[in-house]
């Protein structure tokens, strides 16, 4: 490559552009396998509109869904992992640390538990979503009562604090609730993206998309505020507006998701981590390359859910921490070394 | 120093009456402090543990508002400047700072150009050429690929300064920048600060080093429980008396042997436990 000025600019291209072709070969790779299983000529053909019907059903209105919801939430789960690691300073943080997703586990248990999932297939999700909110208001409140300012200490604390009475509240309600409705309420606490429709896809699109894009204009602020808060402000961050903005916008990024698709865990702790130790804590480059990696992640995680096991499909939480746990741990051992 | 031509200008720092109290605390911090710290040149804050020098530093940097009084930077009060306007004007150096995430030197320094480039802004070639100047300045452009967290304190402390200097500030403040450095780091440092300020940046020096700031500044401030004890010249600030009551301990002053262009400064030295009372 050319050196001089032009340079520092052209090492930021090639990370995002490995991850952009990930990201497609995980798509390509999420449509083409499953029950049946479709040649990769097949699937381009369904996706220009010129396979036959059967084809055609099982791509446009199966399989291509599910795999967008997969990468839209994939990559917000990422990349507000990622800005929760820069806010609260914190490089093990992940998106579920301040309680957003014990919130919506209540919310959707309840809607179980008291039969409202009856009523139509959005009640769940509508009502993880208010559960989701409610914990972001809650923890929020706690915090910024505590000071003048918000103290994201206090933040931690009151969130971890707040995820365990979730936890006793979720618990209670699976104790007192009846077989088929626990039944429903497990498998959403693990997490699935068998839901997936053309609906969702446009409403979290329409969501994330633009959410994920404020975090994105937060990047350079989070590279000051992970000096420290004093010397971000010295160097002219209006710190508290970051904080408060970096929190909120992270936190509605994490309740959509979770209230779509239940909590599943590890994307948004172990993909942005692995990146910072891949291409170091830049937040301008991490953020993009978390959204990217992130859907990449969850899309092949998808897939494995999907179709290692026959008929039965796995909760795709299971299958996150199954590989991404091991990955993580390699990656620990081999910068120690 | 550059009395003649710039003392008339108006002045980096100007505070007055400021008060300040901790919530909880039982005194105030600051209690009725005025300072004004002249354009130009080496201005160095000064005080025993507890003194007020650190809460001062934070007043006059606008991280923390006085309960009452007012402060002005460049004549302007410090409620009406953007932080990333104010940050364009006055680098500084804090006291101990942990990074969360490694970074390496060039990354850090690069961190100073925030101010001028915003959340948005690419950086231009100007910004690129201002943080290697700062590098090469502090002596750290040889360090610039390796990771902060390996670097030695010394080297640590010029990398700071150096995020500071790409700021490309008129105003440098330094809290406690020698604090824990060898006589050589510390008396480099100490001469790109006089060098800086000789080139035209108000340096503002927090600091327990009273020998260094006495042969480097052109004006010292002592603060004592939140009061300015003495404000002027080194020669007229350090005197036996005055030291002793302030820091509460026997000292004798020598003045400063030489060679060197601070010759005759004053400089303390304490004095062992023994016979000799303090009036």
């Known amino acids: 490559m050319r050196a001089g000025p ?48 059967a084809d055609s059903a099982i791509v446009l209105q199966l399989r291509l869904p599910r795999a967008m919801v997969a990468a839209l939430v994939g990559g917000a ?59 972001v208001a809650v923890v929020f409140r706690i915090a910024a009562g505590v000071g003048r300012a918000l103290d994201t200490r206090v933040l931690l604390l009151a969130g971890v604090v707040a995820g365990a009475f979730f936890n006793a509240v979720i618990l209670l309600l699976l104790t007192l609730t009846g077989a088929g409705a626990f039944r429903s309420a497990l498998f959403w606490l693990m997490g699935s993206l068998s839901a997936a429709s053309w609906n969702q896809v446009l409403v979290l699109a329409a969501y994330l998309l633009p959410a994920v894009a404020l975090l994105f204009l937060l990047a350079r602020p989070l590279d000051l505020l992970a000096l420290g808060e004093e010397p971000a402000l010295y160097l002219g961050v209006p710190v508290e507006r970051v904080k408060l903005a970096a929190y909120v916008v992270a936190s509605l990024v994490v309740a959509a998701s979770v209230a779509t698709c239940g909590a599943i865990g590890f994307v948004g702790l172990v993909v942005p981590h692995a990146l910072r130790l891949l291409w170091g ?33 796995l909760p795709v939480g299971v299958v996150t921490a199954l590989v991404g746990v091991p990955v993580f741990a390699l990656l620990l051992t081999r910068r120690r070394a | 120093m550059s009395d003649g031509v710039v003392a008339s200008a108006t002045p980096a720092f100007e505070a007055r009456g400021v008060v300040f ?14 300072v004004v710290v002249p354009e130009g040149s080496l201005y160095a804050v000064l005080g025993p543990n507890g003194s007020g020098k650190s809460t001062l530093l934070r007043v006059l940097l606008g991280a923390l508002v006085p309960q009452a009084g007012e402060v002005r930077y460049a004549g302007r009060a410090l409620g009406d400047w953007r932080r990333r306007e104010l940050a364009a004007r006055v680098g500084v150096v804090p006291q101990g700072e942990e990074q969360a995430f490694p970074t390496t030197v060039r ?38 690929e390796r990771s902060v967290a390996s670097l ?32 050589r780091h510390e008396m480099e440092i100490l001469e790109l600060a006089s060098a800086l300020a000789a080139g ?5 020096l927090v600091t327990h080093a009273v020998n260094l700031a006495a042969r480097y500044a052109a004006r010292l401030l002592l603060l004592d429980r939140g009061r300015p004890a003495a404000e002027g010249p080194p020669r007229q600030v350090i005197t036996r008396e005055r030291i002793e009551a302030v820091y509460g301990w026997p000292v004798a002053i020598a003045l400063h042997p030489g060679p060197g262009p601070d010759a005759g400064a004053p400089q303390v030295v304490a004095l062992a436990a023994g016979d000799h009372s303090m009036e």
């Open chain 2, 200 to 204: 035209g940046v108000t340096v503002v």
């Open chain 2, 107 to 144: 990354e850090l320094v690069a961190l100073g150009r925030y101010p001028h480039l915003g959340p948005l802004a690419r950086e231009r070639a100007s910004d690129r050429r201002a943080v290697e100047e700062a590098m090469l300045r502090c002596d750290v452009a040889e360090l610039a």
């Open chain 1, 6 to 53: 032009r340079g520092a600019r052209q090492r930021r291209v090639p990370p995002l552009g490995v991850l952009g072709l990930a990201l497609a070969i995980a798509l390509l790779a999420s449509i083409a396998l499953g029950a049946a299983r479709l040649a990769p000529g097949t699937v381009l053909r369904a996706l220009l509109g010129r396979a036959g019907p």
């Open chain 1, 281 to 313: 804590s830049g937040h301008r480059l991490l953020l993009p390359a978390s959204f990217l990696a992130g859907g990449a992640f969850l899309l092949l995680a998808d897939t494995a859910a999907r179709t290692v096991a026959g008929a039965q499909e």
């Open chain 2, 21 to 34: 109290r901790y919530a909880g605390a039982r005194r105030p911090a600051l209690d009725g402090v005025d």
């Open chain 1, 77 to 135: 789960l990422a990349t507000s992992g990622a800005v929760f690691q820069a806010l609260l300073r914190n490089p093990l943080a992940d998106p579920y640390i301040l309680g957003v997703s014990g919130g919506a586990a209540v919310g959707a248990v309840a809607a179980f538990a008291l039969g409202a999932s009856a009523l139509g297939a959005w009640t769940v999700p509508a009502a993880a979503f208010v559960g989701a909110i409610a914990a």
């Open chain 2, 152 to 183: 030695s304190g010394g080297e640590r402390q010029r990398t700071r300064i150096a995020r500071a200097l790409a700021q490309e500030p008129r105003t440098l403040v330094l809290d406690e920048p020698t604090a824990s450095l060898d006589i």
